[in-house]
């Protein structure tokens, strides 16, 4: 292997304990090769014999640290901008006038789950900004986009708000592009500012609790519970309900499903796309 090391059945077991056990993330049998890929540089870095000498260390008082960074390694953080497109249009088209007309005496507030390098959350920024636009006055309390992962790599790359072109071309038009980035001498783009001041940034692991985030209208959670099993994945989606405003909406992926809660959350068909709301 490449990799430089071998993995036994039983020491991919108790890897991949830790990992389900530590952020929620279910490995299937066959993705040793993923553990294999991911893990050589902390293998060569920590000096481990195997991986059962990982897992020892990942396991001691005081490994915080080399936890955190595993769980970084592990994580899968493909995203692109406007990711499907529909749900974009469904949030301009539907959502944001709902909220528009609602009761808007409190900042429209939307949680972005898992969120990895900020194209989600930055997306959806730039949406508001064009409702704002045909919709002058709209949101007078303002908004507010929390955006968690639990990835603090890619959490430092989201603030900075700075992507390669080649990252910018994956689902940015031109016209978004030069509306609302600036090239940096570098060759790079940086997000402008009025975009950037919606978004703020935050740590979470979704095992953990939620209710010090507060009430959110809307929650996108999007392409990451496909990586839970199904009662971590039903445990996540009842506290989100929890962190939902009465009648707030729930986005997710074009994989995902949501079933074995429907006294919790009514499916709703937007053709194309189903979004949640909160019963």
Known sequence: MTSGFSITPEEFREFSSFLEKNCGIL?????????????GKIMQQ???????????????????????????A?????????????????LKERLLPELKDGNRFQKLRIW???????????????VIDEFKQSSPGAFSSGEEILATDISSTVLDQAR???YEMLALGRGLSQERLHKYFESLPSGSWTI??????????????????????GQFDLIFCRNVLIYFSSDVKLEILRKMHRQLRPGGYLLLGASESLSGLSDLYKMIHCRPGIIYQAI
């Not at 260390?57 to 915080?64: A, D, E, Q, V, Y």
């Not at 493909?78 to 529909?86: A, P």
């Not at 972005?112 to 730039?126: D, L, N, R, V, W």
Request: proline share 4%; with cysteine.
């Open 46 to 72: 920590q000096e481990c014999k195997n991986l059962r000498d990982l897992v020892t260390r990942l396991n001691r008082p005081g490994g915080g640290l080399l936890k955190e960074q595993v769980i970084d």
């Open 192 to 213: 402008n500012g009025k975009i950037k001041s919606r978004v703020r940034f935050q740590s979470l692991n979704l095992l953990g609790p939620y209710s010090a985030l």
């Open 27 to 39: 490995l299937a049998e066959h993705k040793q090769y993923l553990v294999q890929s991911r893990l």
């Open 112 to 126: 972005s789950a898992a969120c990895s390098t900020g194209q989600e959350p930055y997306s959806i920024s730039m």
């Open 160 to 162: 900075r708000g700075e």
């Open 74 to 90: 592990m994580t899968t953080n493909e995203t692109l901008w406007f990711r499907d497109v529909h749900p974009y249009e469904i």
